[in-house]
Structures are given as structure tokens and as C-alpha cells.
């Protein structure tokens, strides 16, 4: 018997996967006409677009003036293995991971590259590792926000001012919506189809004047595919760095991307960004404060991401299923949301414990959450008769 009353209202907008993320409110492929199509990218007007997508991402994102960033191919995973081939090597690297996609950098550094001076530290799903047996002697390597375990770094206290190595950080889904300590990080990536909710298949390469020293004064044993090269003769390839990109982007992704930045500037920059997700966080917060049927899989509060936010069912009936049934639950719920038009896209990721994961990064309104949680309560309600 069910007890929890249908809800009559539904989210404006349903959009909560965690990539691509919903589009930035009022958005509609009008705020796209401008893109320079079927023109070259290297044309001026072509140029300019993608001069103006760093420049306006370094003011945003309040990267220093000396660091240098780049559009690149193949989304976020491009410009993290772009970082990884290129650098890699001359030093020991130490990897912190805790969810999948820290696993799959491990597996590049170990299986592909065949690094062999590579310690690895790692935690389940809803903790984060011991930071402070980093050796700032090594290249260190670790993702700011695990977008499969809801679990973030709460900052960058741990990380050396002082450090040899290299630090390597994958923020895909924390740029533009946590603090970056940009002084402690040499190489950043994302790729614009999260937090801003732009397109997939552009990477985003953030270096730091060391790592550019590393560019310039190494050269890796292995093939360089030309997709991640970055420096002819031993010196940057200065060009890249200026929206002269390695091949060919697609300008109306770099439409989408620049409309995305401009929006970050009209809701109040990195601060006006951070504020909407935080808010975000907080209607999710709330609720599960007064449920017992919800809880964050982030086990430590100030490492709960405010992006990526992923619930464990802690309702009793589905705590007494087999692991089998756990994921058929959570995906029934998962399938009822999405058939209801309430939610879409919010299961856990294939290889995270059964549950939900919601995105809250700034494009989400936090409106539109308040409307969802009670179609969470009401969906589980409603699963609960065909499980218990
Ligand atoms: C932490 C993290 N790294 C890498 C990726 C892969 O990103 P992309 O598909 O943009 O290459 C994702 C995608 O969700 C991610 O969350």
C-alpha cells in the first residue's frame, strides 16, 4: 500500500544527469546564431571566437595571468591523457583514487604508459584517501571532484607551495563550482559538457609555467599521436594556447561555450557559480535531513561534492536486499522519475553502489529541486510495495 501522495508539480526543468549537465537556464539555440559556421576555424572571425572562450574562461575561473590554457580534443578524457603522455616519466608518480574515473587514470599510468615507480592510494566509495602521504617529490595526480562517488577534496591545504613534481588535477565536475587553490595545481583539465552544461568532445588544458618547463625540457620514450602534441623542437607550441587548436573544433560548441561563460559573467562570476550550486546542495541537504530514508554517500560532510551529489537508500527494507535487488530497486525508482517526466538521468553510475546521483552544479535551479524531492520520496514509495 502506498502512503506518500503523488506530487502534482513537476520540475520546470527534469535535465539532473551529471554529463552533458542541463543547459544554463533560459538557454534556446537562438543564443547560438552567431557561430561562424561553415567558416574556418582559422579564420579571423574563427580565431577570435576561441581567443575569447580562454580569455573570458581565465577571468572567470580567475586563473593567474602566467599559466597558459588551451581548447583540445576529445572532451575531458583528451586533455587529462594529453597531460599523462606528455609529461609523465621523469619522476615517480603517486595517484590518489576513489572512484571510477580516478581507477581509469591508474589504469592508463600502469597498463598503458607502463610507469613502474607508481604508488597508488585509494578509497571505497564515499571516502577519499590519506593526502598526507603525497611526496611532493613525485608527480601527484588525483581527481578534485569524483563525479561517480559524490566525493570531492575539501581544498588544496595538502598539496606543497614548495613541491619538485608535477601536481595533475582532473576538475571536471568542479571547476566553476568549487574554489581551485591555482597555485598548488600544474595541470588542470575539464571539458565544457559539465558544470556549465556546454557541449562534450571539447577538453579544456589548464598548465602552470613548471608544467611548461616540464614540456619544454622533456621528451617522452613513447609515440606521440599529433593529437597530443605540444611542443615542436622542444619548445610550446605558443599557438595552441591562443585558440590556434591542434585540429579542427566545432564552432558551434565554441558558441555554446562562450554563451556559457558570458551567462557565468551575468550570474556574478566564479562567486555568483559557486553560490548557485552551494544553494543547490542545500535544498538537497534539507531534505535529507529530515528523511531517514536518504542518505549522501559522501561520508565525511566536507568532502560532499556540491555537483555531483550521490544518495545511498538507507530506507530499511531496501538496506535487507540482496546487491542484486539493491540495483534493481534503484533503478526502477530511476526508471519511474524518468517515465514521470520528474527527473531525468539520475541513477548512480554503472560502477558506484546502487542509488541516486544528482547533479547541482549551477545551471540547476535550486527551484527545480525543491520540486524534485518530493517525487523522490513519493518514487520510492512507490518501489517499496514490489520489493519489500
Ligand atoms: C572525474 C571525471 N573525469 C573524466 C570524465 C570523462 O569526461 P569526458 O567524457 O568529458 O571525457 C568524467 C565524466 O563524467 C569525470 O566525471
Partial sequence: MSIVKKPNVKPANPNFSSGPCSKRPGFS???LKDAPLGRSHRATIGKEKLEDTIVRTKSVLGIPEDYRVAIVPASDTGAVEMALWSLLGPRGVDIFQWESFGKGWVDDIKNQLKLDDVR???????QIPDFNQADFSRDIIFTWN???????VPNGDWIAQDREGLTICD??????????AWGKIDVLTYSWQKVMGGEGAHGMLVLSPRAVERLESYTPPWPMPKIFRLTKNGKLIEGIFKGA???????LCVEDALDGLKWAEEVGGLSGLITRSQANLKVIEDWVSQNNTFDFLAEDQATRSNTSVCLSITADWFQKLSAENKAKAAKRLVTILD???AAYDIGSYRDAPAGLRIWCGA???????QLLTPWLDWGLDQISSKFK
Fill in 29 to 31: 539555440l537562438d543564443a
Fill in 120 to 126: 597508488e592510494f585509494k578509497a571505497p566509495y564515499g
Fill in 146 to 152: 569524483g563525479t561517480t562517488s559524490g566525493v570531492r
Fill in 171 to 180: 576538475a571536471t565536475s568542479a571547476v566553476f563550482a568549487m574554489d581551485i
Fill in 245 to 251: 587548436t591542434i585540429n579542427t573544433p566545432s564552432m
Fill in 339 to 341: 517515465t514521470e517526466n
Fill in 363 to 369: 545551471t540547476i535551479e535550486a527551484s527545480d529541486l
